[in-house]
């Protein structure tokens, strides 16, 4: 799952087993910070850059057993790298996180879906894949349907922050997409719901619903509290994309997010279904 808006996707929760709290909070403290570098604050790209090449860094150092260059990272990578050892992680999906937050730093529009996904694939798929390993339930079949739930996770972020992304000045409507719909950048700037708009949101949102659906079966494949857990991930997602839909696709005047009473009803269908 993707590590923004964790206000709609819950991690590390309670209703994770004990002992796998802490390497989720690990990894979550590793994927939060370097989203922050990427994001956050006033520094220059070439700052972002060379912080997140330090995280590149230390993850070296955890793999060749070495101790850390810059004493500020010691908190998280001692933790870090105490969990990539203990539960056998694979660094290559820490790295693939780096990749897509140094990509954030300089690119602001993606050519057509394809792209999109491409980035997907490295800043949300990871963190299932993760979540997998610990679990001990990473078989191809499962890789595949995580990759499809948290893709669709990602995308619902983006449908659901058109408007806070584009004060960034960043589009990730793919521009192929745009075009084929007739919705300029003029139009999001505005912030207008057109009929052009709406078509395009509408058939955005059909594609991530349904690779949420292809990858919900996982849940069912899952067991105890991991099961329930992303059961009630998944109907978090959907509800997201029908309030969206309910809205009239106006992602520019109401933010749609998941309330205290959305919750509940969605405990019950995740408990039910």
Not at 35 to 56: C, F, M, Q, S, T
Request: aromatic content about 10%; overall charge neutral; hydrophobic content about 40%.
């Amino acid at each position: 799952m993707p590590v923004d808006h964790y206000e709609n996707f819950p991690v590390a929760s309670f209703l994770l087993p004990a002992h796998l709290r802490e390497p989720v909070e690990a990894i979550y403290a590793f994927a939060r910070s370097a989203d922050d570098i990427a994001d956050e604050g006033d520094a220059e790209p070439i700052i972002r850059l060379a912080r997140l090449n330090d995280y590149r860094r230390a993850l070296i150092a955890i793999e060749q057993g070495r101790s850390f260059d810059d004493p500020s990272l010691v908190p998280i990578f001692e933790r870090l790298g105490r969990n990539i050892r203990t539960h056998k992680l694979p660094l290559g999906l820490f790295r693939d996180l780096l990749d897509a937050f140094s990509q954030d730093v300089g690119k602001t529009r993606y050519a057509d879906f394809d792209e999109l996904l491409d980035y997907c694939r490295r800043s949300a798929n990871p963190v299932g894949r993760l979540l997998l390993h610990l679990y001990k339930a990473d078989t191809p079949d499962n890789l595949v349907m995580s990759d499809q739930i948290c893709t669709s996770l990602q995308l619902i972020n983006f449908w659901q922050d058109v408007a806070v992304d584009w004060q960034k000045q960043r589009i990730y409507l793919p521009l192929a997409d745009m075009t084929r719909f007739g919705v300029s950048e003029d139009c999001i700037a505005r912030g207008q719901v057109t009929h052009e708009f709406t078509a395009l949101m509408d058939f955005q949102i059909q594609r991530a619903r349904c690779m949420m659906l292809n990858g919900a079966p996982l849940t069912r494949r899952l067991p105890g509290r991991l099961g329930w857990e992303l059961r009630l991930v998944v109907q978090g997602g959907l509800a997201v994309l029908d309030k969206i839909e309910a809205n009239g696709y106006d992602v520019f005047r109401r933010r749609p997010a998941l309330g205290k009473t959305d919750w509940l009803r969605l405990a019950w269908r995740a408990a039910t279904r």
